[in-house]
């Protein structure tokens, strides 16, 4: 089993920038391989926004890219979400998720960020 604290949503301005933290623990965190973050607007389906391997492969959507950066600690078996140049339409709840080795899937409980305009 593994458990999924997620910190850091919150409201700010458009450009401004928010870090997400995500802080995994329980029995199966040695197995973690990928750590990434989706989002979910009002109205709208969940999104993936990022991904990071173990080995430190990124991989972020179109949307994002040049603005936000995935990063993780494994020795802390935290991802980070560093978000810059935030615009209104990424106003949305952010959910950490992770994979383990053995396929196993874990969601956080969403923060919610929202980017006034």
């Known amino acids: 089993q593994v458990q999924l604290v997620e910190s850091g949503g919150g409201l700010v301005q458009a450009g401004g920038s928010l870090r997400l933290s995500c802080a995994a623990s329980g029995s199966s965190i040695l197995n973690i391989n990928v750590m990434g973050w989706h989002r979910q607007a009002p109205g709208k389906q969940r999104e993936l926004v990022a991904t990071?391997?173990?080995?430190?492969?990124?991989d972020y959507a179109d949307s994002v890219k040049g603005r936000f950066t995935i990063s993780r600690d494994n020795a802390k078996n935290t991802a980070y979400l560093q978000m810059n140049s935030l615009r209104p339409e990424d106003t949305a709840i952010y959910y950490c998720y992770i994979t383990t080795f053995w396929g196993q899937f874990y969601w956080g409980q969403g923060t919610q960020v929202t980017v006034s305009s």
């Open positions: 990071i391997t173990r080995r430190n492969s990124t």
